[in-house]
Each structure stands twice: as C-alpha cells, then as structure tokens.
C-alpha cells in the first residue's frame, strides 16, 4: 500500500474506512450464517473482497453526492452512511427497515444517506445513475448551486448488458458528472471474466467512449482511494465521467448459500491472502496512522453494532397485512381490491 | 385574473400546448427522446419549436437508446424533476421494458415510499403501414404492471388534459397516442392549464339499450356506429375511458346496469386484452342484471399485417355495430 502524506485522507477518516470494512466483513458474515439457519430467509450475496473499494468510494463521496448501487450492496449502504439497524432490518423483512421490510436485500433505497437506488437486474443501475447525474448537472447550472456528484456500482458481469453501453455512450456524449465504480471480482455468477469477455482490459475498453478511465488494485483502499476522490472531483467540477474498474476477486460464493468450489483454489488463496480488511488494518499500524489498542476498540464497537443490528430486526415487527397495498401508487383508494 | 379561451387545435398541437405549458410553469419539467429537439421538433411534430422557446437543456435530443432514455428519466426522476421521455413507437418501448416495469413502476414500493418517479412516458401507436413492428397496442402489457397509470386520449382536448395531469401525477404514468388521431380532428382546447383527471370516464353519447366501452384509436369508429344504431331505432351509450389505470369502472358499471348489456372495442388483441379484465368485472358485479354475455372486440390475434395486404386485424364501425344489433334485438 502507497502512502503519500499530501494525499492521505486525515486519520478521522481513515479510521471510518477502517470501520466500514469492519462493519461490512463482520455483518457480511452474520447474514450468511442467518440466512443457513433460517432465522433471515433472503437471498443474500456475500460482498467479501469488496470492503476495500466500498469504504473508499464511502471516503470519498460527499454527504450531497449520491449512489446507485446493486444487489450486492452491503458494501455500499453501509460506507453511504445507512443505518446499519434500517439494513439489516430490511434484510429480516421488518417493518423497521429501509423500505418498511417490502423490498429486501436487493432493494435498498435510503433518501437521506443518498443511497438512491439498488436494482436486482445487472447493469439497470446505470441508465438510472446517469439520470441522477443530469438532474445534477442541471441543478449545479444553477448561480451558486453547489456541485453533487453520482457514483453507480456495478460488478464486470454488468460491462456485457446493452444498459451499460447505452449509459457510458449518453453520460460521455451529455459530459454527466458520474463516476462509474467497476467492482470486478473477476466472476459474471459463476462464470470467470475470460470466458464470457473477449476483451479483459475493462478500463481499456471504456476509453472507447471518449471518456476517462483508470484501474486500480481494488485490494488497496488507499490508491482506490485517491482514483475515486479524484474521479469525483473532477466529476463536481465539470470534468465530466470518469470510469474506474477496481480489480479485486470474490473470497465466497456468488450467494450466500451457492458452492464455489470451480473457483481456482490458487487463486483464491492468492486473493485471500491479500484479504482488504487484514491487509488494511496491518498497514494502519505499520504506517503509524492508527493504533493497536485503538483498532481493537473500533472492532469492539463495530462487533457490537452487528449484534444489536440482528438483535434489532430480529425483534421488529413484519408489516400488517394491509400495509401490502402500500406505495405501489401515491394514493391506494384505486389499488385495494384491484 | 387571465381569461382562458379555447383554440381550434389538432391533437398535435393540444399536446403540444401542454408540453409548453408545463414547461413553462415548472423548471423540473424536462422533456427527453429522439429527434425532439428543433429543427426536427420530433418525428410527429410534438415538441416543435419547444427547445427554442425553452432551451435545448431541457428539451433533450437522445441516442436512439431507449434504455437509457427511460434509465435517465427515472434517475432524473429520483433527482426531483419532472421528466417527459418520447419513445417514438410503442414497439420501441420493448427494448426499454426493464427501466419501466422492473424500475419506474416499482421504486415507489420498494423504497417504501420514498421515491416516487414522476415520470411520463409519451409513446404513439402506428398504423399498419408501418408494419408490425410500429404498429402494436400494448397497453394491456402496462395495465397488467402495479405501479404505472395509462392514459389513451381519443380527443384533443383530452389529448392536453391528461398529458397534464400525467406530467403533474407524481406516479409513472404512460401516455399513448395514435397516429391516425394525431391530425384527424380540430376542436376548441383551452388554452392554458387544462387538465382532465386521470381515472374519469367520458360519457361520450347518452343512450339506452346498449352500453359501448371504448378508448383510443377506436373512438370515432365507435361513435360513427352508435349513430347509425340510433337511425335503426337503438340507444348505445358510448364510455371513453381516456385512462385504463386507474379504470373508471364506478361509470362503467353504473352505466352497464342501466342498459343491462355491454360491447367493450379496443385495438389491443382481443385474447387477454383490456376487455376481458373489463368484461369479467362487469360479469362478477352484474351478472344478475346483464340481458347478454359481454362482447369484446379487439384486433385479431395475429401480428399486424401490412395496409397495403388489404388485411384488417381491427374492429372496425361495421363490427361494433353488428354486435350491438345482436346484443339489442335479445
């Protein structure tokens, strides 16, 4: 990991870094083993390897900025700042979480956070994130508005679907400040990059659409760091899109519950030998930047807001049968009965 | 205090009116599509002259990519605007089918409530002429979608009001034209804010004996039948529904339970088209009052055959009177 004193972000920030990966692989790990035991009966994607990326794009977002993000979006809600409680309450089906308990893990949205939408359909994010950054675009036209940003999330699989290209075509051609966030974890479900992609270069490929782009070592929060920060400057400043493929690889399963073992055991153990949340937490002492005994007590903090999290939405209450007719229109006169 | 007056319009034109209008009251109205910016000013003329009055900004040429129209219509949306995404034939509205029924007619609830899309998609049925890929009605599609209301105006003047009141509706809505209306009449619209509200039947003709539920296209074919009826001695009561979400079946009903039977005429294909869910209605809550089973007509199934074969897959003025005269002489 690099350091470079004059682009570091300042030790209150790093240590939220540290505790959104905390927070990401400890919570990640308690919905697995819930959803096995029947207690969260949700189909749940692992985002382990990606807590490095997600607690860097969470750094570098601003509190105005706003995200798309995916079905596999622990990562993401949790270092956009969404109550942990509102997520993991979402994920039991409690009327406590993010959407009331009707939409569940794939469908996080939390206004407040400006964590605007996660779709369960690879690559749809886009299209909609680029919507987000001309509503941007148009009202930072406006005398002394301030600039927001969007960021939208998407894993290599998505660089194959029509929405992807349509979306990098219009955010280049319209010049939206939009950063998209490539999470490559190498694998398309259960398929390896290689075999579904003639051309493997992500970053290089996005350069066709007259727009710029980076890869960085998605294992290294702190360059991923500077890359999105910079992106998402550049993006407030007019600069227009930048596309930003973060390599990293998928330590589990495609889901909670699916069998990895196709997954190349070299490779794995390569992967998991530079596993983000150990790497990260060893390089914070080394460097200096944090203590030990401070680390700990960030970890006991984090452990803690896991067990009150699960402790919590197991406890709430589902919804009332009547509240099925709910927000599907602004008015439900019409609906009920339909 | 402005007094409104009427002018003598196209349904062209009223719908133009109200896109200017809106835009003119609203900076968060924002109108999105292919070729709709000056000089083209849309294919069917719709937006002339409004990126010149309004700025090219807000009236936005696009790709020819319609998932991502309808993607930067929902994420604008989200953003707080008002957007207005043309979809220049409603065939082309299959390629966008994820961004509308898994995205805009679904974030309402699956953000509990805290996002809605005030969005409105404005799409136009061709005729055959076309072909079968410009020329299918598939509101049915959308009427089968929880979460996004259809509008199919028959008239000018609805033309504007309903495009109002769907660009103002903070729920997706869709809003279909037919080209064959596009040009066909020239009535007074009012000028200025005009709205008709989404969810109300037009009694189109008073009647009697018979009861015709139609929208769209199928109006005037309707309304020139129900006038030779009425010289052969018949009554036909003749519904607009101008919008298929929300269905005014309180009009409907009350009206089927009057004349005691019922001829609902779409262009949508008759096999699970809008009329069966209309039909089965009136038959769940007025069986015992009906004098005859409900008819439906709608356009054969089959793919749209091309004008110039001389094939008519549509329900035409003769059909919905033969079927009124059966109906009527039981």
């Not at chain 1, 927070?23 to 035991?37: G, I, L, N, Q, Y």
């Not at chain 1, 005398?143 to 349509?166: L, N, Q």
């Not at chain 1, 990098?168 to 939009?178: I, K, T, V």
Request: one cysteine or more; a negative charge; hydrophobic letters at 45%.
């Amino acid at each position: 990991m690099t350091d470079t004193p004059s682009s570091t972000p300042p030790p209150a920030v790093l240590e939220r870094m540290y505790e959104v990966m905390r927070t990401v692989t400890v919570a990640d790990e308690r919905a697995r083993a819930e959803a096995k035991a029947g207690r969260m009966p949700a189909a749940f994607y692992p985002v382990r390897g990606l807590e490095g990326v997600c607690a860097a794009l969470g750094a570098a977002l601003s509190a105005e900025d706003q995200l798309v993000s995916t079905y596999r979006n622990l990562g993401d809600t949790v270092a956009k700042g969404v109550p942990l409680r509102g997520i993991i309450a979402e994920l039991h089906g409690r009327v406590s979480g993010t959407s009331k308990g009707k939409a569940g893990t794939m469908h996080m949205h939390h206004d407040p956070s400006g964590l605007m939408a996660t779709t369960g359909i690879v690559g749809s994010g886009l299209p909609i994130a680029a919507g987000l950054a001309l509503g941007a675009q148009l009202d930072g036209a406006q005398p002394g508005a301030p600039r927001r940003a969007v960021a939208v999330t998407f894993g290599d699989g998505a660089t194959s679907i029509g929405a992807y290209h349509e979306a990098m075509n219009l955010a280049a051609l319209w010049r939206l400040p939009l950063v998209f966030v490539c999470q490559n974890n190498g694998w398309a479900e259960h398929t390896p990059l290689a075999a579904y992609a003639p051309s493997t270069d992500l970053a290089a490929r996005a350069t066709a659409y007259n727009m710029t782009a980076r890869a960085v070592d998605g294992f290294d929060p702190m360059e991923t760091w500077r890359v999105l920060a910079d992106a998402l400057d550049r993006a407030r400043n007019g600069e227009g899109p930048t596309f930003v493929e973060c390599r990293t690889y998928r330590l589990v399963g495609h889901t909670s519950s699916a069998d990895y073992s196709y997954m190349p055991k070299a490779a794995l153990e390569a992967a998991l030998a530079r596993d983000p949340g150990p790497t990260f937490r060893a390089w914070l002492v080394s460097s200096g930047h944090l203590t030990e005994s401070r680390l700990d007590e960030i970890d006991k903090a984090v452990d803690a807001e896991v067990d009150d999290a699960f402790e919590f939405a197991q406890s709430e209450p589902k919804p009332e049968p009547g509240d099925i007719y709910d927000d599907v229109f602004a008015d439900r006169t019409w609906v009920e009965g339909r | 205090m402005s007094v409104l007056a009427d002018t003598e319009m196209t349904m062209v034109l009223a719908m133009n009116s109200a896109l200017d209008m809106a835009l003119a009251s609203d900076p968060k109205v924002l109108l999105l599509g292919e070729d709709i910016a000056d000089p083209s000013g849309g294919v069917f003329k719709v937006t002339k002259g409004l990126s010149t009055t309004h700025g090219a900004a807000r009236v936005r040429d696009t790709p020819i990519a319609e998932q991502s129209i309808l993607g930067a219509a929902i994420g604008a949306a989200l953003a707080g605007y008002r957007p207005v995404a043309e979809v220049m034939f409603f065939d082309f509205l299959t390629v966008a089918m994820d961004q509308i029924v898994n995205h805009a007619a679904k974030f309402r609830y699956l953000s509990g409530g805290q996002h809605p899309v005030p969005l409105t998609v404005r799409t136009v049925v061709g005729n055959s002429r076309f072909g079968a890929q410009h020329s299918q009605s598939l509101e049915a599609w959308f009427m089968h979608t929880p979460g996004i209301k259809v509008a199919f105006p028959s008239t000018p003047s609805d033309a504007k009001g309903l495009l109002a009141s769907c660009i103002f509706d903070d729920d997706p809505c869709l809003f279909i034209e037919h080209v064959a209306l596009h040009y066909s009449q020239k009535e007074p619209v009012p000028d200025g804010d005009h709205r008709v509200p989404l969810g109300q039947a037009a009694i189109r003709r008073a009647g009697d004996d018979v009861t015709v539920i139609s929208y769209g296209a199928q109006m005037p074919g309707v309304l020139a039948a129900a006038e030779t009826l009425a010289g052969e001695g018949i009554s036909a009561e003749v519904i607009d529904l101008r919008t298929l979400v929300p269905l005014d079946f309180p009009t409907v009903l009350a009206s089927v339970a009057r004349t005691r039977r019922a001829v609902v005429v779409h262009g949508a294909t008759r096999f699970a088209g809008p009329g069966a869910e209309i039909a089965a209605t009136i038959t769940e809550e007025l069986f015992e009052d009906l004098a005859q089973p409900v008819v439906r007509l709608g356009a054969r199934y089959v793919p749209t055959p091309f004008l110039a074969s001389g094939l008519e897959p549509l329900p035409v003025a003769d059909d919905v009177v033969a079927a009124v005269r059966r109906l009527a002489g039981s």
